[in-house]
């Protein structure tokens, strides 16, 4: 089993900063993906950043490419996403999950959700 509990959401304004941890408890390998995503009213839950546990490159969603990181702290088996430049479009509740694969950052690929975070960005 794997726990997961996010933390770091609030209200900002446009062009403000966030930064997003996920604490993650359980059966953790390296070939675990770890991944944020999002969801908004009305709309589907978007896969927003996935890397594998073990390391190698990151993936992001387009629409957060330079401004959202991805990271991980081993020490703290904590997970964090770090958002710059914030835009109200990125307003929704933000969810941390571990899945088995990164790349195409689908939720269907992931088992484990934690409960969510939100996110508001005001103009």
């Known amino acids: 089993q794997v726990q997961l509990v996010e933390s770091g959401g609030g209200s900002v304004q446009t062009g403000g900063s966030l930064r997003l941890s996920c604490a993650v408890s359980g059966y953790i390998y390296s070939k675990t993906c770890m991944g944020w995503f999002r ?3 009305g709309k589907e839950r978007e896969g927003v950043a996935t890397f594998y546990y ?3 490159s990151p993936y992001y969603a387009d629409s957060v490419k330079g401004r959202f990181t991805i990271s991980q702290d081993n020490a703290k088996d904590t997970v964090y996403l770090q958002m710059n430049n914030l835009k109200p479009d990125d307003t929704a509740m ?3 999950a571990a899945g088995y694969r990164c790349r195409d950052r689908t939720a269907s ?3 484990y959700w934690g409960q969510g975070t939100q996110v508001i960005v005001s103009s």
């Open 94 to 96: 933000y969810y941390c």
């Open 109 to 111: 690929d992931f088992g």
């Open 39 to 41: 969801q908004a009213p």
């Open 54 to 56: 073990g390391g190698g």
